[in-house]
Nanobody, 116 residues
Framework: QVHLVESGGGLAQPGGSLRLSCEASGRAVRNYRMAWYREPPEKGREFVAGIWWNSDRTFVGDSVQGRFNISKDNAKSTVYLQMNNLSPEDTAIYYC?????????WGQGIQVTVSS
């Protein structure tokens, strides 16, 4: 079982920044690929960015390329999503996800609203 807790969401102005955090706990956390997804209002869930605990390799979705960055702190078992130059189209519930070979887990989600 992997437990994921997101934090750092809230309201931001267009052009502003926010940083989301996802603290992971549980057995064999390091065996999971970590990622952020988001679900805009009345739309499906989409991939945002992904990272592995044991690698510096990252993947970022096309819609946020150049604006969002994913990083990690292995000592804290925490994954971050730095979101810059936010636009109203980034408004969504953001979910932390842990994907393993046989199972996967989701955080409870956190609201990000971009509005002036």
């Amino acid at each position: 079982q992997v437990h994921l807790v997101e934090s750092g969401g809230g309201l931001a102005q267009p052009g502003g920044s926010l940083r989301l955090s996802c603290e992971a706990s549980g057995r064999a956390v390091r065996n999971y690929r970590m990622a952020w997804y988001r679900e805009p209002p009345e739309k499906g869930r989409e991939f945002v960015a992904g990272i592995w605990w044991n690698s510096d390799r990252t993947f970022v979705g096309d819609s946020v390329q150049g604006r969002f960055n994913i990083s990690k702190d292995n000592a804290k078992s925490t994954v971050y999503l730095q979101m810059n130059n936010l636009s109203p189209e980034d408004t969504a519930i953001y979910y932390c996800h842990a994907a393993g070979n046989e199972d996967d887990f989701w955080g409870q989600g956190i609201q990000v609203t971009v509005s002036s």
